[in-house]
């Protein structure tokens, strides 16, 4: 089994990927091939290594180890080497998908449309769940999943539920995206917590409460900019004061 060193890690965590997953894909590597695609011959791990580049590696030993296969671009050449960890995925270390759902996301903001008349939630996630799609991208810095409901409507079976890898803070690649509904609700309670909390943030040291004002359409406090949709702005949808209109 491959160990992960420090810098491994460092790495995999600057992809998305959060402590959950390096067990999975360090567990993983015991069961994980590797090829020269168009060839049946297998090769170890050390030579997978010399052949790419570290960071092109990990980033295919994590995207094998949650979706069973992936490709990358040999170091300085033009042929392409096939990880697979499809046995994995029959051995008694392979962990559920779903475990630790929770830990493996965070709210990010939520956003009213007025021109849809519907809301949207984003969450940051772990790029593991990107294995449920056809992207696979070596360079990404984590995956975001966003729910969208009629406003003031919100039910599980009228949500519409996406996701998209991220590269520097830039979602890029937005699909559809099966989630069962125990993991939307549990998106939905995490969403309410984060923005319950928010609206309990210490008063502001400039007016003397939780409030913000609206300029332009925009937040003076995050800088959120509401486009054509200020007359439903009221609060800041990242930190959730009270916006009054100047």
Known sequence: MMKLTKKDKEILKSMGYVDWDLQQIEAASNYTS???????????????????????????LARSTFSG?????????????????????????????YECFEESVEFEEQYDSAEYDSTTLYFKTSPRFLAFTNQDHEEI????????????MKSLKDTSVEISPVLDGECFDWCDFYLPYEQVDILFAIAVK????????????????????LIDGITECCGYDFGMDTEFANFCPICGKKLIRI
């Not at 020269?36 to 011959?41: A, M, Q, W």
């Not at 923005?195 to 502001?204: A, F, T, V, W």
């Not at 003397?208 to 004002?213: I, Y």
């Open 194 to 213: 984060a923005l319950d909390n928010s609206q309990k943030e210490p008063k502001s040291k400039t007016t003397g409460r939780s409030e913000s004002t």
């Open 69 to 97: 296969t992936s490709y990358r671009k040999e170091l300085n050449g033009t042929r392409t080497i096939m990880i697979e960890s499809r046995d994995f995925f029959l051995s008694k270390e392979k962990k559920d998908i």
């Open 141 to 152: 810095t984590c995956a975001e999943i966003s729910l969208e409901f009629p406003r003031n």
């Open 34 to 60: 590797y090829r020269i695609t168009g060839l049946d011959k297998t090769f170890s791990e050390e030579k997978a290594l010399e052949l790419l580049e570290r960071k092109a590696f990990l980033s295919g």
